[in-house]
């Protein structure tokens, strides 16, 4: 006898029944509920089954309880609808769905920690990047280095080339000095020998000396201003070595203004003879002395202290020079008082520079100078200067060339 009332079912719990609630034989469910088994079917389709000789598998295989069926369909849906067909709160947190064939919910797949290395790290790059960087930091770095000592020697480069500049431009402020010196000792003794008309005396022995030696004034002077330029701070030069060269090309240009003065006024003597030394001179020395500051080079710059107390030396002398062959060039031949003071403080200055000169020197230079400033002519031009103090302390009115002295304007000048 086949039927659908002869077919023992196991009965499942559905959802929302308590355990306690079981479903009827015949498919009904409990507490007078509908058909648990078919939806929306009858029993007549359970006799259509039958008579048709199959069955339904999904009808005699062992069911899976509704209840856990809709929840797993609803957390695999992402939510459950009520019967309102609103969404379930409780779906939102329900747990993961259970496998086919399975009471229990899958396991949470557990989250790859997080690393804490940066996407830049090198253990992050391609292979070929790596390849680059290592390839690429040493030449970068060998790069730079390079760069560096390149860079430091074309600083020593350029440092030894302004070094070399300046002593090409010292040597000709040295020469234009000398030049000076020799210029103003003719000077003083031309505005000397010719006091009210100095014109007369441009055809003399004595103006055409003193205008050679103006000509040689003169381009040594265009020598020192060709070579001065682009000694400027920009350039790298020392703020006090461009002070002091400015200084001295600045008063250069007061050489055209004393030869007028002294060609056409009756100019002091003693008036030439300061604007000579202070106005030009000196700054000329000035520069020589402190030309080889900040060049790095203790032997260089001590010889350029030793040049600088050289030319202060040699300035004295020719000052003295330049006093006692203007004396003996005016028409009384008489040293004045005023001159006479002048004369021995140059005499006082020249004994304080020589001795700078001996202390910042060795005894090689001591005794080449002793050599060089000696002989009979030295000699006799310390007697004559030392009788004409005396001969001046004595009687100023006196001619320094009476009594056969021996002293004359030509062979002063020569001999010093």
Same mark, same amino acid.
């Given at each position: 006898m086949r039927g659908a009332n002869v077919v023992r079912r196991r009965s499942a719990t559905n959802l929302g029944e308590s355990n306690g609630d079981t479903g009827s034989v015949n498919g009904e469910q409990a507490n007078g509920g509908g058909s648990g088994l078919l939806a929306d079917g009858s029993a007549g389709d359970s006799g259509a089954a039958e008579a048709n000789g199959t069955w339904d598998v999904a009808a005699t295989a062992p069911q899976v309880a509704v209840g856990q069926t809709a929840a797993a369909q609803g957390v695999q849906g992402g939510a459950l609808t009520t019967d309102e067909g609103h969404r379930s709160p409780r779906a939102q =947190? +329900?747990?993961?769905?259970?496998?086919?064939? !399975?009471?229990?919910?899958?396991?949470?797949? #557990?989250?790859?920690?997080?690393?804490?290395s940066s996407r830049f790290a090198l253990t992050n790059w391609r292979v070929r990047w790596r390849l680059v960087a290592v390839i690429a930091v040493p030449t970068l770095t060998a790069a730079i280095l390079g760069s560096l000592q390149i860079y430091g020697d074309v600083s020593n480069w350029n440092a030894a080339g302004r070094v070399q500049h300046l002593a090409q431009l010292n040597s000709a402020v040295? @020469?234009?000095?000398?030049?000076?010196? %020799?210029?103003? %000792? $003719?000077?003083?003794?031309?505005? =000397?020998?010719?006091?009210? +008309?100095?014109t007369a005396g441009r055809g003399s022995a004595l103006g055409g000396e003193l205008a050679t030696v103006q000509a040689t004034t003169t381009t040594d002077a265009s020598t020192v201003t060709s070579l001065a330029n682009?000694?400027?701070?920009?350039?790298?030069?020392?703020?006090?070595?461009?002070?002091?060269?400015?200084? $001295? !090309?600045d008063s250069l240009q007061d050489? @055209?203004?004393?030869?007028?003065?002294? +060609?056409?006024?009756? !100019? #002091?003597?003693? @008036?030439?003879?300061?604007?000579?030394?202070?106005?030009?001179?000196?700054p000329a020395n000035t520069f020589s002395a402190s030309v080889g500051a900040g060049a790095n080079d203790a032997s260089l710059e001590?010889?350029?202290?030793?040049?600088g107390a050289l030319l202060r030396t040699e300035n004295d002398m020719s000052q003295q020079r330049a006093i006692l062959f203007a004396a003996l060039s005016s028409p009384t031949a008489t040293l004045a008082p005023n001159a006479l003071l002048t004369l021995t403080q140059a005499f006082e200055l020249q004994t304080a520079d020589q001795a700078d000169f001996t202390?910042?020197?060795n005894t090689a230079e001591q005794q080449n100078f002793q050599n060089t400033v000696s002989g009979p002519r030295v000699d006799l031009a310390l007697y004559q200067e %030392? $009788?004409?103090?005396?001969?001046?302390?004595a009687d100023a009115t006196l001619p320094l060339t009476a009594h056969n002295s021996g002293l004359t304007a030509g062979g002063w000048y020569t001999n010093m």
């Open positions: =947190a +329900a747990p993961p769905a259970a496998p086919p064939g !399975t009471g229990r919910p899958s396991p949470a797949r #557990p989250r790859r920690p997080a690393t804490s040295v @020469k234009l000095s000398q030049a000076l010196e %020799d210029e103003r %000792d $003719l000077s003083a003794g031309y505005a =000397a020998a010719y006091p009210t +008309a100095r682009g000694v400027t701070t920009g350039a790298g030069y020392l703020p006090g070595t461009v002070q002091d060269l400015n200084t $001295l !090309t050489i @055209k203004i004393i030869r007028s003065e002294l +060609a056409v006024s009756p !100019t #002091p003597v003693s @008036k030439i003879i300061q604007v000579y030394t202070e106005s030009i001179i000196d001590g010889n350029v202290i030793t040049l202390g910042s020197t %030392d $009788l004409a103090e005396s001969m001046s302390s």
